[in-house]
């Protein structure tokens, strides 16, 4: 196996075979994404860590929710960019792009949210997703009602502070693994 093979910089290769259920959700991918995203080819060397981890993604990513697949997205490049997480920078930030079909917010995404032409409700959730980022323990009701007065429900802050906190985790497992992102990712949507 080359490095360009390796989804990560560690060694634990994917279950040879993968169960059927696994190939077929596998096959998803390449049908619509034209890759299987590195993510999963990491976890796949433990399915059942790889049924957990694409079970809440799925959850939190695709579900039905009062934040849209492109803010969501957009959670997941402005949590990324404080971590400095290169993975899903270059995965997430493409998300941005295609889902917003303007490459220029997908890269100010990446770079600085604050300079992203963004609506009150928008600024508002990056605005959260950044406290809970960088220091969770000071957030208070003040935050939450600042959600509120730009048409939040306590059901989406719940799913703001799910999302944030989940690719805190990701970004973190990425960064200490060398989680590499597939090459695909950055000529998408440009």
């Not at 190939?23 to 990491?42: E, H, R, S, W």
């Not at 899903?88 to 220029?104: D, E, K, T, Y």
């Not at 960088?134 to 703001?160: H, K, M, N, P, Y």
Request: charge should be negative; hydrophobic fraction near 45%.
């Amino acid at each position: 196996m080359t490095d360009k093979d390796m989804p990560t910089a560690l060694n634990l290769p994917m279950v040879d075979p993968l169960p059927p259920a696994t190939q077929k959700y596998f096959d998803i991918c390449t049908q619509k994404l034209g890759m299987i995203p590195n993510v999963l080819k990491a976890n796949a060397f433990d399915i059942e860590k790889l049924n957990a981890f694409t079970a809440m993604y799925n959850d939190l990513m695709l579900a039905e929710s009062g934040l849209s697949k492109l803010e969501r997205e957009m959670v997941a490049v402005v949590v990324s960019s404080i971590n400095k997480c290169f993975y899903c920078l270059v995965a997430h930030g493409a998300a941005v792009r295609q889902l917003s079909g303007n490459p220029i917010l997908g890269e100010m995404m990446v770079m600085n949210w604050r300079v992203a032409p963004l609506d009150a409700r928008q600024r508002a959730m990056l605005a959260f997703a950044e406290k809970v980022t960088l220091a969770s323990a000071t957030v208070e009701e003040a935050d939450r009602q600042a959600l509120r007065d730009v048409g939040f429900t306590d059901r989406d802050i719940w799913d703001l502070a799910n999302v944030t906190g989940f690719f805190n985790m990701s970004n973190r497992v990425a960064s200490a693994t060398g989680m590499r992102p597939n090459e695909e990712y950055h000529a998408q949507s440009r």
